[in-house]
């Protein structure tokens, strides 16, 4: 599974940005899918996922602030995010999570683009 991160930039504090992802070798349907993102000398975090059956989980910084959404058919995993803050510039990644037939847990990732809010 490859997955290739696109919509990193620079935007200006209280503005929005939509962050996408492609995926290929595999039909992702039955995978969770989502976006972490890693501001440096922390910890990569949560930003949001949504699993096959469209459950989704966000960090508690998002606030309501971001969306995700994906389409199967497509292979895409889309972040969309508002009212971005400073506090909000970070790497972010593109996530795909499979599970085994054993009960295992695979993950794939991207190789991340950067968001930077500054005005």
């Known amino acids: 599974v490859k997955l290739v991160e696109s919509g990193g930039g620079l935007v200006q504090p209280g503005g929005s940005l939509r962050l996408s992802c492609a995926a290929s070798?595999?039909?992702?349907?039955?995978?969770?899918m989502g976006w972490y993102r890693q501001i440096p000398g922390q910890l990569r975090e949560l930003v949001g996922s949504?699993?096959?059956?469209?459950?989704?989980k966000y960090g508690d910084f998002v606030k309501g602030r971001f969306a995700v959404f994906r389409d199967n058919a497509k292979n895409t995993i889309d972040l969309q995010m508002t009212n971005l803050n400073p506090e909000d510039t970070a790497a972010y990644y593109c996530?795909?999570?499979?599970?085994?037939?054993?009960?295992?847990?695979?993950?794939?990732w991207g190789e991340g683009t950067q968001v930077t809010v500054s005005g």
């Open positions: 949504v699993n096959s059956a469209g459950f989704t």
């Open positions: 070798g595999d039909s992702l349907s039955d995978y969770t």
């Open positions: 996530q795909a999570e499979q599970r085994t037939a054993i009960g295992g847990l695979i993950w794939y």
